[in-house]
């Protein structure tokens, strides 16, 4: 479980979170959408230590990351926004294996790991390749394989869909289910209202404030709310809304609500 207190942090003569309240559960798929500016990086930076409330507190699974970063770094894996920021080493390979090696792990354990996180994120046949060759997408994806390498119970991806081509946020997806799937927490932080409509819950956020906490119909099926916040509104939420439908999470949920209507309708 993670939760934010009344956290307050600024940038010299700069106050970016304003008294951040937040509870996201374990296991939980949660939605941080915000506009530009409005702290969500800042506010992920303090989920793993990197930065300390000015006031306020921070707890993850019971641990202050403020107090304890080593052992809340290897409880959450935060995915930046850029690669570049994540990736140092010549090879993939290397890039992969740097955080199980600091784990401990060697020999064929680390080779199986560092693999098994490449494979995770289709990028097996990139393992010797050299890091600063890659186009954006795959460095993305490789990214991510360095968090998943050390297997964090958190996993808090920054813009995971940013400059993704179709293929590359289909398997973002896929990534981020399959976390899902096999118990992890995952925060996904985005300006982009309609990547999270995945989410089981998504909490709009401006101005280092958190506005409200909804299910993802409930904000993305707010067009004022979004609007009134510099946020697009998924064209797919509107058409449901015009048609006097909720917002559906998923394709196959949207389905069925228009094959309801449709009967409904004539
Ligand atoms: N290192 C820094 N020094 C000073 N100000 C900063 C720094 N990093 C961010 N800021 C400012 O803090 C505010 C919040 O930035 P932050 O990156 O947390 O927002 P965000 O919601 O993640 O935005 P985006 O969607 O554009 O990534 C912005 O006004 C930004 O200019």
Redesign the pocket.
């Known amino acids: 479980m993670i939760e934010l207190r009344g956290v307050h942090f600024s ?2 003569g ?1 106050e ?1 979170l304003r008294g951040v309240d937040l509870r996201i559960e374990r296991g939980e798929l949660f939605g941080l959408l ?10 992920i930076l303090h989920l793993n230590g990197v930065l300390k409330p000015k006031k306020g507190k921070v707890l993850v699974e019971g641990l202050d990351p403020a107090e304890k970063p080593r052992e809340v770094r290897r409880k959450v894996g935060v995915v930046f ?1 850029d690669p570049n920021d994540q990736l140092f080493s010549p090879t993939v390979f290397e890039d992969v294996a740097f955080g199980p090696y600091n784990l401990g792990l060697r020999g064929e354990e680390l080779r199986e790991r560092v693999l098994w996180a490449l494979r995770a994120v289709g990028m097996e046949d990139y393992a010797d390749r050299e890091t600063k060759e890659l186009s954006f997408g795959e460095k993305k994806r490789v990214a991510i394989a360095t968090v998943l390498a050390m297997e964090p119970e958190v996993v808090v991806l ?2 995971p869909f940013a400059n993704l081509d179709l293929g590359g946020k289909r398997t973002m997806r896929d990534v981020i289910m399959s976390l899902r799937a096999r118990g992890k927490t995952v925060v996904l ?1 985005s ?1 982009e209202a309609h990547y999270l409509s995945l989410c089981d819950r998504v909490a709009l ?1 401006d101005a280092g404030r958190i506005v409200t906490v909804g299910k993802p119909g409930e904000i993305l099926g707010n067009p004022e709310l979004l609007r009134k916040h510099n946020l697009d509104v998924p064209p797919l939420a509107e058409l449901f809304l015009s048609l006097g439908l909720p917002v559906p999470r998923t394709v196959e949920e949207g389905k069925r609500l228009l094959e309801g209507w449709r009967r409904g309708g004539y």
Not at 34 to 43: D, E, F, R, V
Request: net charge neutral; hydrophobic share 25%.
């Open positions: 940038y010299p700069r970016v915000g506009p530009n500016g409005a702290g969500k990086s800042t506010l926004q920054d813009e932080a300006h956020m």
